[in-house]
Structure formats: structure tokens, C-alpha cells
T-cell receptor, first 115, second 111 residues
Framework: DAGVIQSPRHEVTEMGQEVTLRCKPI?????LFWYRQTMMRGLELLIY????????DSGMPEDRFSAKMPNASFSTLKIQPSEPRDSAVYFC?????????????FGDGTRLSIL | DQQVKQNSPSLSVQEGRISILNCDYT??????FLWYKKYPAEGPTFLIS?????DKNEDGRFTVFLNKSAKHLSLHIVPSQPGDSAVYFC??????????FGTGTRLTVIP
């Protein structure tokens, strides 16, 4: 049974470049979440989708960040242009339903380094 | 504004003994309280949860206790095993399924 799949696992790029992170949620899950983990701020929610619709993007740090979910099996998080302070581990998670005691299942993350 | 605090960044316990991990929160509107375990280079893995209307939930070696009046919960692992060595996150959840992660406690179980 496949879990949440994220790609790439590692990304190193230069400042100013566009970065696209990808996520495939667990089949049948209708909520999808993007998190960022840093030493300073820990794990913080960036945005979440329910039935492919963005519900809350208040955690997105700046307009340089954008997320899409074109269908139930794919989501992207894009940073354009990237900056060194965007370096972090980005996690995608999915859950069966929104609300209630439905644990979120996490991918193994993308470690992003902006030089 | 830190809504969830895990004041012990690390904890070391002998194999076979009890591990107790603590978590304090400020928001009285949380509906559920989840614990996640995280190994290096992997995503967090759901471990156990408790509803805000209960004060105890047990699953094998893992028990979570909730004290709503004190806004405090704890995770007990007994007996502790070396494979339990990981970072543990307390993550209260709102009705909208938003998780608020604590800063984590690194547990080391010494063989």
C-alpha cells in the first residue's frame, strides 16, 4: 500500500531559480497538506486542500510561494524566485477526511537547499 | 505565538523502563491530540491520539493521558525499546483537521 510520495527527495539550486516540489497523496484521501520544517520554526502548515480546493493558505510565507492541486492524485508547491531562507524540509501529508479524528499521513519530505 | 510546547528537547531512558514525554498547550478549542514519531530522513508517522472528551487512551505499549484543566498531555511508553528512539511530536488538532506541532522531544532508549 503506497504512502504519500514526494519528489524530489533532495533539491539544491541557486538563489533566484524556480523550484517545484511534487506530491502524490494516498489514493482515496481527499485532504492534502503542505508543511515546512525549519530549525527555527519547527513544523508549520503552509496550505491545505480539501477535494482539490485550497481551503487555507494563511501559512504561505510570501507571494513567491504558490500551490496547486489539479487533480486528486497530484499537488505541487512552487517557489519563484527562490531565496536562501527558503532552505528547509518540505513535507506533504494527506488524510481521509477533513475534520474528526483522521490522522494525517506524511511523505518523507523534500530537503531543499537554496545557495 | 507558540500554542503547543514540549519543554524537554531530549530524554534518555534505559531499555525496559518507562518513557514519559510531556506536552502543554494553550488553545482550549483543540478537539483531538495526536502524537507523531519521526525518524531521521523520514516523515512523521502517526502513533496514537486521544479525543478531548477522554482522559486516557491506550494502544499496546503506548498510553496517552490528557489533563484538560491543566492543558497538559503526556505520552507513556512502557517498556521502552531501542527502536523507540526517535523524535516525538505532540500535535493537537482543531475540528478543521489543522495540526499544530510542538517542537518535539528526542527520545533515546539505551540498550
Amino acid at each position: 500500500d503506497a504512502g504519500v510520495i514526494q519528489s524530489p527527495r533532495h533539491e539544491v539550486t541557486e538563489m533566484g531559480q524556480e523550484v517545484t516540489l511534487r506530491c502524490k497523496p494516498i489514493s482515496g484521501h481527499n485532504s492534502l497538506f503542505w508543511y515546512r520544517q525549519t530549525m527555527m520554526r519547527g513544523l508549520e502548515l503552509l496550505i491545505y486542500f480539501n477535494n482539490n480546493v485550497p481551503i487555507d493558505d494563511s501559512g504561505m510565507p510570501e507571494d513567491r510561494f504558490s500551490a496547486k492541486m489539479p487533480n486528486a492524485s497530484f499537488s505541487t508547491l512552487k517557489i519563484q524566485p527562490s531565496e536562501p531562507r527558503d532552505s528547509a524540509v518540505y513535507f506533504c501529508a494527506s488524510s481521509l477526511t477533513r475534520g474528526g479524528n483522521q490522522p494525517q499521513h506524511f511523505g518523507d519530505g523534500t530537503r531543499l537547499s537554496i545557495l | 505565538d507558540q500554542q503547543v510546547k514540549q519543554n524537554s528537547p531530549s530524554l534518555s531512558v534505559q531499555e525496559g523502563r518507562i518513557s514519559i514525554l510531556n506536552c502543554d498547550y494553550t488553545n482550549s478549542m483543540f478537539d483531538y491530540f495526536l502524537w507523531y514519531k519521526k525518524y531521521p530522513a523520514e516523515g512523521p508517522t502517526f502513533l496514537i491520539s486521544i479525543s478531548s472528551i477522554k482522559d486516557k487512551n491506550e494502544d499496546g505499549r503506548f498510553t496517552v493521558f490528557l489533563n484538560k484543566s491543566a492543558k497538559h498531555l503526556s505520552l507513556h511508553i512502557v517498556p521502552s525499546q531501542p527502536g523507540d528512539s526517535a523524535v516525538y511530536f505532540c500535535a493537537p488538532q482543531t475540528g478543521a483537521n489543522n495540526l499544530f506541532f510542538g517542537t518535539g522531544t528526542r527520545l533515546t532508549v539505551i540498550p
